[in-house]
């Protein structure tokens, strides 16, 4: 009986050698989980989430570059500074100079980044000028701030129709290739998300290596899909199908999974 409680209380705890959690509690809210880094202020970052105040001597940098991608959209950079990417311990206490970063379009979020590289595919952006804004985050989803401001880098980018040309702005950003095409990938998978089910249900998906994938979903709400090993992320649109395409050049089995939701929505199986 002794032995069981024991097994029972390390496997409700981290520290007992188990992993970190990857997401809050299901049903909370953004507020702090714990720790004592910082000041908690009660402003926010307009989104809910507390801004954590810092010295600014030794207090996490970013910068952002955006390049347009050969294939599609536009390849993001974080350039940081004090600061790492703690994506296995999502969820956890504040620590200091650690955690993950958003990307909001105008104001809106579009992703939650686990490193300092990330594809912003065309057709999440409409034809327009447009305001690109990364922000720094706390594992426990409380914002890194400064002087009362959170910590951010944010970039102009323009995108124009298919086929138009445009500036691009120090060689930096510009307007966006076609939007992606299923019909130029080797392989199609289609899933639907629905009250909280993957349809069909989740399978493996078996590609050659150098072989292109388009992974075409649907979910009833807004979340974001995340290609584990390749570090790709896509905004899906409550209703409305979005289409990732992704060349299979990594050797492996890959779960392709939904964020918020946490629904495997299939594997890649690339050999």
Not at 11 to 30: I, Y
Not at 166 to 194: C, F, I, L, N, Y
Not at 209 to 232: F, I, N, Q, W
Request: proline share 7%; charged share 20%; hydrophobic share 35%.
């Amino acid at each position: 009986m002794f032995a069981l409680a024991l097994l029972l209380a390390c496997g409700a705890a981290t520290g007992c050698g188990g992993r970190a959690t990857t997401h809050h509690k299901p049903g909370t809210s953004h507020e702090q989980a714990s720790g004592n880094v910082g000041t908690l202020l009660n402003t926010d970052d307009g989104a809910g989430h507390r801004l954590r105040e810092v010295p600014a001597e030794g207090a996490p940098e970013v910068q952002l570059t955006v390049r347009p991608d050969s294939e599609d959209g536009w390849n993001l950079q974080l350039a940081v500074k004090n600061y790492r990417f703690t994506p296995d311990s999502t969820g956890g206490a504040a620590l200091p100079g650690a955690g993950h970063a958003h990307l909001e379009l105008d104001g809106r979020k579009v992703a939650r980044l686990y490193g300092p590289w990330f594809h912003l595919p065309a057709a999440q952006v409409p034809e327009g000028a447009h305001t690109l804004t990364v922000r720094l985050y706390a594992d426990d989803h409380t914002a890194w701030a400064v002087s009362g401001k959170p910590v951010e880098a944010t970039i102009p980018l323009t995108a124009t129709a298919p086929g138009a040309s445009a500036g691009h702005g120090h060689g930096e950003t510009g307007a966006a290739p076609k939007s992606p095409d299923p019909q130029q990938a080797d392989r199609t998978v289609t899933v639907t998300v629905r009250d909280g089910k993957v349809s069909p249900a989740p399978g493996r998906t078996e590609l050659r290596r150098g072989e292109r994938v388009a992974l075409r979903v649907t979910s009833d709400r807004a979340d974001t899909l995340h290609v584990h090993g390749y570090d790709k992320e896509l905004a899906l649109p409550a209703g409305q199908e979005a289409t990732l395409i992704l060349t299979a050049d990594r050797t492996g089995l890959f779960e392709v999974e939904t964020h918020e939701s946490r629904l495997v929505l299939t594997q890649l199986l690339v050999r």
